[in-house]
């Protein structure tokens, strides 16, 4: 046993220290783990396939003409060996190359070839490179099939691209509230320049700032690329060319731009554009985007961007020996940028703009006929254009003036409604409590439905309508609407608000807008864990048998009606123009009126009433008297107190 058992463990240990040297062999010829294979033998294939794909990647096309066989150079020269590589990477908008070595079979290599373009995406493929010996290497018999399989035998490749050109962005009248334009521009090549301070002052002469001029002089770019310095006006392009284009270093070019021709009147609603980041160039890579192309910021620009912007088409051909077209490769569609024409009015924008006159407020203008937006204004406001041309001091600016004219307080501000909620009471009125448009309430001076009571701000106005009520304003009629549902029903205000649409985006095409917010008892209870409001009378909200919120039956809802009380069938009622007549009884009862407590102000009211009344009879008595309707009455002589007539007073004219 113990013979048996040491030689399994013999054998055992034969078989690891076998498998770590064959591990070890294996490691060697490979690399090791995170270590780049073995080098090729010097002179052999694989060396000189390596050595190819090395240069063909690094784009160094004199190191690959070198590696060329004798009778490939004799075949093809330099320069219509650079220029084929040079023509394959323009029409694909290759923007990065990798080549390696995928396989070597004898004197033949298979190369993988990635390609980076910036308008077909990444394409990669694998072509065949022939091997030939030479002394001491071996060279490659190069034909244009090397670059790509598919041009063997005369065939080409061939790119379409087409750039869209932004949409315009039209007022309801066609007048361009956001525009493409060719913009003319003074910029710098700092590497020329030779009269710095002369340069500057002819910059300063033209009407360029301070702030512009020495931005332009202190960017971080290389020297010899082109800095702008501003753009030029239409009117003054010839000034540009006679007074600044001798000095070297002056580049005036023409560059497309956004323009926003109403500035800041339209600059909230229509918006601007922006630059794509790095990152978002990086997502649309192969796509055809380029730094400085720019996308939709806010407003109108970013909301509709896709539609403005367009698509950017792209298509990849394979051209034949004769010329034609073998065969589209690959095909993105063109689709040029949409024009849009809105509900805005542009003289609208521009009056409520000016209106405003830089006073923080928001204005915003509806056709009540069609529901169309005319003006859509926040203020204070900003020039759009700043944001279009890159002008770091308007951009400070504008980003630290008071006031935050980037907020667009007509979509984004939240203000409590106003009055205009009498509309939405008068509805809960009419649909909760069962309220005619006929029926008339109380419009008083003060209001005794909850303690302290509430006073109108124009005075008594009698038994309006609810029509009459909100076009008067009256609050007293509304106060009493709301207390009569709140004391019947849970969150009716609530919901009706809701029915009219608060507490809800708009859904208005092209504005980014705040929802708002509708509170209500379950709100204010998950807000602060208080009640809505504690009860005034200490019966039940709702009647037995009725769902909380659901209005009652149309006999109960017209008990809630009326102040008055029932007319009595039996009390004769006098006509203006007659005698008395008896009326009908009348077919609903109502409630009397509340009563309301006394207040120490009624008696010196009433005092003062008197008091008019007798100054308005004295004058009228004198106005007859005056005319000749009625003799004059001698009032009787003062006497003093020894019973002597007293001196007669002047009688004072009566006010």
């Not at 149309?554 to 005698?579: F, I, K, N, S």
């Amino acid at each position: 046993m113990p013979v048996r058992a040491a030689f399994i463990a013999a054998i055992i240990i034969g078989l690891l220290a076998g498998g770590a040297v064959a591990g070890a062999r294996l490691l060697a010829s490979r690399g090791g783990p995170g270590e780049p294979a073995a080098e090729p033998e010097p002179g052999s294939p694989a060396a000189a396939a390596a050595e190819f794909a090395a240069a063909w990647s690094a784009g160094d096309y004199q190191a690959l003409y070198l590696l060329l066989s004798p009778a490939s150079q004799r075949a093809y020269a330099f320069e219509a060996f650079a220029d084929a590589y040079r023509t394959f990477e323009e029409q694909l908008t290759v923007t990065g190359t990798a080549v390696r070595v995928a396989s070597v079979d004898g004197a033949s290599a298979r190369l993988d070839v990635r390609l980076d373009t910036a308008y077909f995406g990444t394409l990669e493929y694998s072509t065949a490179l022939e091997l030939v010996p030479a002394p001491a290497r071996y060279l490659a018999a190069w034909d244009p099939s090397v670059i790509h399989p598919r041009m063997a035998g005369g065939y080409t490749f061939s790119s379409i691209i087409q750039r869209p050109v932004r949409g315009t962005i039209y007022d309801r009248n066609g007048i361009e509230l956001a525009v493409t334009r060719d913009i003319r521009h003074v910029g710098l090549n700092r590497s020329v320049i030779t009269d710095r301070p002369a340069l500057e002052a002819a910059l300063l002469q033209f009407g360029f700032t301070r702030e512009q001029v020495d931005a332009a002089f202190a960017s971080p770019a290389p020297l010899n690329h082109r800095v702008r310095v501003g753009p030029i006006p239409e009117d003054r392009v010839e000034l540009a060319n006679q007074l600044l284009r001798p000095f070297q270093g002056i580049v005036i070019y023409v560059e497309s731009q956004r323009v926003h021709p109403l500035g800041p009147a339209a600059a909230h609603v229509v918006g601007y554009t922006r630059e794509y980041t790095a990152e978002e160039l990086a997502a649309r890579k192969g796509q055809g985007y380029r730094p400085g192309d720019r996308t939709g910021a806010v407003g109108l620009e970013a909301l509709l961007d896709d539609r403005l912007a367009g698509a950017i088409g792209a298509e990849l051909r394979l051209i034949g020996p004769d010329g034609g077209v073998a065969e589209v490769l690959i095909s993105r569609p063109f689709r040029q940028g949409e024009d849009i024409r809105t509900t805005l009015d542009a003289p609208t924008l521009q009056r409520a703009y000016e209106r405003l006159g830089g006073r923080a407020g928001a204005a915003v203008v509806i056709d009540p006929a069609s529901n169309d937006i005319l003006a859509l204004v926040s203020s204070p406001s900003f020039d759009p254009d700043a944001f279009e041309r890159g002008d770091a001091a308007a951009l400070a600016a504008i980003t630290a003036a008071p006031g935050a004219p980037l907020a667009n307080r007509a979509t984004s501000g939240l203000y409590a409604p106003g009055s205009t909620f009498k509309l939405i009471t008068g509805a809960a009125g009419m649909v909760y409590l069962g309220l005619e448009p006929t029926d008339r309430l109380e419009c008083g001076a003060v209001w005794y439905g909850v303690d302290p009571p509430r006073r109108n701000w124009e005075g008594a106005q009698g038994m309006l309508t609810i029509a009459e009520a909100l076009m008067r304003s009256c609050n007293p009629v509304f106060y009493e609407i709301g207390l009569r549902l709140y004391d019947g029903f849970d969150d009716a205000l609530a919901e009706m608000a809701r029915q009219f649409g608060l507490g809800a985006p708009t859904g208005t095409v092209g504005v980014v807008e705040e929802a708002g917010l509708v509170p209500d008892a379950a709100w204010k209870r998950r807000a602060t864990g208080q009640p809505w409001y504690p009860r005034r009378r200490s019966e039940p909200q709702h009647r037995p048998g009725r769902p909380p919120g659901h209005p009652p039956p149309a006999r109960q809802r017209l008990q809630h009606l009326r102040h008055r009380p029932a007319p009595d069938a039996a009390a004769p009622r006098r006509r203006r123009g007659g005698g008395p007549r008896h009326a009908a009884p009348h077919p609903r009862a109502a409630r009397p009126p509340p009563a309301r407590p006394r207040t120490r102000h009624r008696p010196l009211r009433h005092g003062l009433r008197r008091l008019r009344a007798r100054r308005l009879h004295e004058l009228r008595r004198q106005i007859r008297h005056r005319r000749g309707r009625q003799p004059a009455v001698p009032r009787p002589l003062r006497r003093d107190d020894a019973g002597q007539p007293a001196a007669r007073h002047r009688r004072r004219r009566p006010r």
